[in-house]
């Protein structure tokens, strides 16, 4: 590498510790699928998301204050940590919203091009340079997605598109959350204050969500549905998404991003084992692509230099 450039955090591979998380996080999610659709007998979509929220926020606070994060201290986050939970909020009503519209396997093939906006606008906002086999390598592991999900049915109509551009716009969303964390002020602020943000903010947005969709509990929830919900509420909100954000502050926001094409495969494999549904041999196709386009986006060396201006000193992003 020439003298006068550097790997910056947004340059530099993921490292073993941060795949292992990723995996972990990507298998959660995966099964997290599994767990909202086996609780919606007893309690609908937007009711679960809300619950989840408010279940999460006090989690949240309480790490928070064992680790001495100044959750409530002005430090200029405020604005900008409110819009990251209009975000995140309105992401999920998106999906939620979409997947009433939409089958579920066209929902996940469209959520998942949620990489592909936060690779464009990590060139875009970030300064982060993707070679052409990290292109490459993006394109071979959604193609490994869609290819394991199955190939979307030809024949839609209008409710069915409308549904698809909701969970596209899921996916903004989602992009959009992880990018404002990467390039704002909330990239200074601890992780369980910038997700506090976020889980908070969603809680009167979902709930309205909810109240318009007419959504209401019939019956007393099953302990399954209570699990499931809790699953979703401490495991999934409270804390792997505190991992998320820690990571995102940390490593190239693109690269993390590229590897949650592996949480739809972990769902079909949590489907086979929960739900009983068929592993064909074109699932391990579709494993194989993704595996090979993480290696492309990831691989040793990938990373392109940012120049340092020797005048200056400083990091060009």
């Not at 002005?74 to 939409?102: K, N, P, Q, S, Y």
């Not at 390598?137 to 199955?150: C, E, H, K, Q």
């Not at 993390?256 to 949590?270: K, Q, W």
Request: charged fraction near 10%.
């Amino acid at each position: 590498m020439p003298p006068n450039q550097v790997l910056t955090a947004n340059e530099r591979p993921l490292g073993p510790a941060a795949i292992a998380l990723m995996l972990m996080l990507c298998l959660s999610w995966g099964f997290n699928q599994i767990a909202v659709k086996l609780a919606l007998p007893d309690i609908p979509p937007m009711l679960q998301a809300t619950i989840r929220s408010i279940g999460a926020l006090p989690l949240l606070l309480l790490i928070g204050r064992a680790r001495g994060v100044k959750i409530f201290v002005a430090d200029g986050t405020l604005g900008v940590g409110l819009f990251a939970g209009v975000l995140f909020g309105v992401e999920f009503v998106l999906i939620f919203r979409g997947l009433m519209l939409t089958s579920a396997s066209r929902a996940v093939v469209f959520l998942y091009t949620a990489p592909f906006f936060v690779a464009l606008g990590s060139y875009q906002f970030l300064g982060e340079r993707l070679l052409m086999s990290q292109w490459g390598g993006l394109a071979l592991s959604f193609a490994g997605v869609a290819l394991a999900i199955g190939v979307p049915q030809p024949n839609v109509d209008a409710t069915v598109i409308l549904g698809d551009l909701l969970i596209v716009g899921g996916g903004v969303m989602w992009a959009a959350t992880t990018l404002l964390v990467k390039a704002t002020s909330l990239r200074r602020a601890a992780p369980e204050k910038a997700l506090s943000y976020q889980v908070a903010t969603s809680i009167p947005i979902l709930g309205l969500a909810a109240w318009l969709s007419g959504e209401t509990m019939t019956r007393v929830p099953g302990p399954l549905a209570v699990a499931l919900v809790a699953y979703q509420t401490f495991w999934v909100v409270g804390l792997t998404f505190l991992i998320w954000f820690s990571l995102v502050k940390a490593y190239s926001a693109s690269k993390l991003s590229a590897f949650t094409f592996i949480t739809p495969l972990f769902g079909v494999v949590a489907s086979y084992f929960i739900l009983h549904e068929t592993l064909t041999l074109t699932f391990g196709a579709a494993a194989l692509l993704v595996i090979a386009g993480l290696w492309l986006v990831n691989r040793p060396g990938s990373a392109v230099p940012v120049p340092i201006d020797p005048l200056l000193n400083v990091t060009k992003t």
